[in-house]
């Protein structure tokens, strides 16, 4: 019989009996221990899993990634494979697609955000399918899995090796946060054969940046990762375009695109061929990563600019006889920034030395000078644009340079003498300023002229006698087009510059006077130019050396200063070579590809802009360091006062040089006429004995000239 009241509810009296058989004060201790004890098991179990992650191995190595050097834009110049043979570009979060982004964590790892390493979710989802279809059918790695597995590079098929990865997974969570675990993937993601990472895989096959991706792009640099080996578009078109489609339908599915943008996006198509990595201002971007010994540069060059100047000194020079090369620089003359830097026409090309850089190499300016050369007479005030010059025959101490076509045009304009690149001109007002000082506005400039060691610079450095660098030589003009004040040639934007060593980085001392440079400026865009060119608009000068061995060209407008070298990298002649006939065309066809800026003309206050008639007397006729006329009549040998060793006591030959005058010459020794060809300015004086002599000769215009010899026995 029951004791329960008749009425009584049962589940009453059932927490009534519970309560006693189960809460009795004999059970409750047991109660308090077992629960006492399972909290113990508990934290042991989790001191014991959290020593188990924390003492797995660091999944974390070095990655040795791409060396890469960028434009002003952001933009790939060249890309060097990393120390290990990848090419594995480094990117960050903020500059992969974001389309990217999620595309990836839908397909890959949904609970990216939400779970520690491992999605147990998807592991046991992973697990049941595969016991239930006696195979794999997806994946539970997370994307953490597959970073230590990525980092680890050891296979994972195994339990023991699963366990290791799910470990290594927990414990790369405690070490680094969700986004430096992405960023590990997006650089690590194996993309087929050397190429990892979004980045470099978004240059193979797209030619692009990773920030701008389409839909299919995204879809399909998320698929190669799976199978890498079979879904490279370049092998197995078929396999990347089943796999690019399936994950542009998940992503349809899950949301992340519209119907007409996924169908658009199955509708692109699939690149074949995968592109070179960019290889632009290679000998520059080698040079930069070596002097700033780290794996990532930005630059101030102009990537779109170099592609197509490039191509077009690469076009230029496969028409040319083996072995010669060309080299380029263009400078923006206001800033010193470089917008591109051409070392070789094509780097590959070892038949042409192309893996030498010809912008550092060391070469004769031939004519290139002579603009300096003139404005340093401009500012010394000895010559003026419109000074006549005596285009003629002369003797330098002992040495007597002629025209590179071996003619004399006689009386010029300084302006004639540079546009039509005289050399005895030249040579003249050097003689009058003095070629140290041509060495030192070089320096000023910014160039590092060489000259022989312990050699004195000479009269010839006016023609190109002193070794320099296309570098230099941009440097020279860039400080000519910018008023006369250096400019420090740079590859670092402006606005880097400016931030590190404050306003005005580019500005030098002055070299010569805004004048100086106003005056060249005026003549040089006034060069004849055989039909290059627009006229008036370019400003330049070529040169070529002796030998024929190198061909200049350089050229500004009102913002860039585009400086052109060709010859042979062995330093060979190249017979017929002229810097007019080879230089030049390529100065105005890169022109043309850069686009020309409008030069301002206004003339300085203190330029004097006057015909020779109205000039100063002093200034309407060039006059010699001797301060005579370049025409006026001397005996250059022998010199006045020389005293000259006899083959015989009794009598000799002797040698006399005429400078200046104009024939018929009347010569005499000691006032007594002698015979001597009276149209020639050389020759023999026959029979002439030792002693003191005094030799004359007389002019057409009765001019006369002397010099006093002692004839020694």
Request: aromatic share 6%.
């Amino acid at each position: 019989m029951s004791d329960r009241q008749p009425g009584a509810p049962w589940g009453r009296e059932w927490r009534r009996e519970w309560r006693r058989e189960w809460l009795s004060p004999s059970r409750r201790k047991w109660w308090c221990a077992s629960i006492l004890i399972l909290l113990v098991l508990l934290i042991a179990a989790r001191l014991v899993a959290s020593h188990w992650v924390a003492s797995a191995p660091d999944p974390l190595r070095q990655i040795h990634y791409s060396p890469l050097v960028l434009d002003r834009q952001q933009q790939p110049l060249s890309l060097f494979l990393s120390a290990d043979g990848y090419w594995r570009r480094q990117v960050t979060l903020e500059q992969v697609d974001r389309g990217y982004i999620d595309m990836l964590l839908a397909y890959e790892d949904k609970r990216f955000e939400s779970h520690h390493g491992v999605d147990w979710l998807a592991l046991m989802r992973s697990g049941l399918q595969a016991a239930w279809h006696g195979e794999i059918v997806s994946g539970g790695s997370t994307l953490t899995m597959q970073v230590v597995r990525l980092l680890d590079g050891r296979p994972t098929r195994s339990l023991a090796a699963k366990v290791a990865q799910i470990r290594g997974a927990l414990a790369l969570e405690q070490r680094l946060d969700k986004q430096q675990i992405l960023e590990l993937y997006l650089n690590l993601a194996p993309m087929g054969g050397n190429l990892e990472g979004v980045g470099a895989a978004s240059l193979a096959w797209f030619g692009k940046n990773p920030g701008w991706l389409s839909a299919a792009e995204s879809a399909l640099l998320v698929a190669i990762p799976q199978s890498p080996a079979r879904r490279i578009p370049s092998r197995d078109t078929e396999a990347a375009l089943a796999a690019r489609n399936r994950v542009l339908a998940r992503s349809l599915s899950s949301g992340l695109l519209g119907e007409e943008v996924a169908n658009e996006a199955r509708q692109e198509p699939m690149p074949t061929l995968q592109r070179p990595m960019p290889r632009l201002a290679w000998h520059l971007s080698r040079r930069l990563l070596e002097q700033s010994n780290q794996g990532h540069v930005e630059t101030s060059l102009d990537a779109r600019l170099q592609r197509r100047l490039e191509r077009q000194l690469r076009e230029w020079v496969v028409r040319q006889p083996r072995p010669v090369t060309a080299a380029m620089l263009v400078v923006d003359h206001h800033t010193g920034e470089l917008r591109a830097s051409i070392g070789a026409a094509d780097a590959l090309d070892a038949e042409r030395a192309g893996y030498v850089d010809m912008t550092q190499a060391l070469r004769s300016p031939g004519s290139t000078l002579k603009p300096l050369v003139y404005a340093l007479g401009f500012d010394e005030g000895v010559v003026h644009p419109e000074t006549l010059i005596n285009d003629a025959p002369h003797d330098f101490d002992g040495w007597s340079p002629a025209n590179f076509d071996g003619r004399y045009l006689g009386p010029m304009t300084i302006r004639e003498a540079l546009q039509s690149s005289r050399n005895l001109p030249a040579v003249a007002v050097l003689d009058a300023v003095g070629p140290g000082r041509l060495l030192g506005a070089m320096r000023r400039a910014g160039a590092e002229p060489v000259v022989p060691s312990g050699a004195t610079p000479g009269l010839a450095v006016a023609l190109g006698g002193v070794g320099t660098r296309l570098e230099d030589m941009a440097a020279i003009y860039a400080m000519i087009a910018n008023e006369g004040r250096a400019v420090r040639l740079t590859t670092v934007p402006q606005e880097e510059g400016e931030a590190a060593l404050g306003p005005g980085i580019s500005q030098g001392p002055r070299v010569i006077s805004a004048r100086a440079s106003w005056y060249l400026a005026d003549i040089l865009r006034q060069t004849p130019r055989g039909g290059l060119g627009t006229p008036d608009r370019i400003a330049f000068k070529t040169g070529t050396s002796y030998g024929h061995r190198d061909a200049w060209s350089i050229g500004f407008d009102g913002r860039h200063v585009i400086a052109i070298w060709v010859g042979r990298a062995d330093n060979g002649s190249m017979p017929g070579a002229l810097g007019a006939r080879s230089a030049a065309p390529l100065l105005f066809s890169a022109f043309d590809v850069l686009g020309i800026e409008a030069p301002d003309r206004t003339p300085p206050a203190d330029a004097l802009i006057a015909s020779t008639a109205e000039l100063p007397r002093s200034l309407r006729q060039f006059h010699g360091a001797s301060g005579q006329p370049l025409d006026a009549m001397r005996i250059v040998v022998p010199r006045d006062g020389a005293e000259v060793q006899l083959s015989s006591a009794d009598s000799a030959s002797l040698f006399v040089r005429l400078q200046g005058g104009e024939p018929p010459f009347h010569w005499l020794v000691n006032n007594q006429p002698v015979a001597m060809d009276e149209l020639r300015r050389e020759g023999w004086l026959e029979d002439i004995g030792g002693g003191f002599h005094r030799l004359t000769v007389l002019d057409s215009r009765g001019r006369s000239a002397s010099a006093a010899v002692s004839l020694m026995p």
